[in-house]
Nanobody, 120 residues
Framework: QVQLVESGGGLVQSGGFLRLSCAAS????????MGWYRQAPGKERELVAT???????SYAASMKGRFTISRDNAKKTVYLQMNNLKPEDTAVYYC??????????????WGQGTQVTVSS
């Protein structure tokens, strides 16, 4: 199937930056949508950003302007550049990939997550 592996998380000070990477592997012909979600302790998982195979991006309002999502289709990798990080950005960040196997057969795959901690 499909495996997603995140990397790039860590501990930074408020105002700092991190770049997350997520590499997909497996039997993949194409990935329609890739994205990042995050989940803070005691909170539900929330959308951070998504990017289609055509390069169309979408961001959560609180992240827009600070975070930038991009992808390298050849490497089957999605990135999340996070700038001006804030303590409220502290969470486990999960990579997501949506693959279409047929018109009505679409599956979501998830990575294990990478911890991002922003100190105040």
């Amino acid at each position: 199937q499909v495996q997603l592996v995140e990397s790039g998380g860590g501990l930074v000070q408020s105002g700092g930056f991190l770049r997350l990477s997520c590499a997909a592997s497996g039997n993949i012909f194409s990935i329609n949508v890739m994205g990042w979600y995050r989940q803070a302790p005691g909170k539900e998982r929330e959308l951070v950003a998504t990017i289609t195979d055509g390069g169309s991006t979408s961001y959560a309002a609180s992240m827009k302007g600070r975070f930038t999502i991009s992808r390298d289709n050849a490497k089957k990798t999605v990135y999340l550049q996070m700038n001006n990080l804030k303590p409220e950005d502290t969470a486990v960040y999960y990579c997501n990939a949506k693959l279409r196997y047929s018109t009505y057969d679409i599956y979501d795959y998830w990575g294990q997550g990478t911890q991002v901690t922003v100190s105040s």
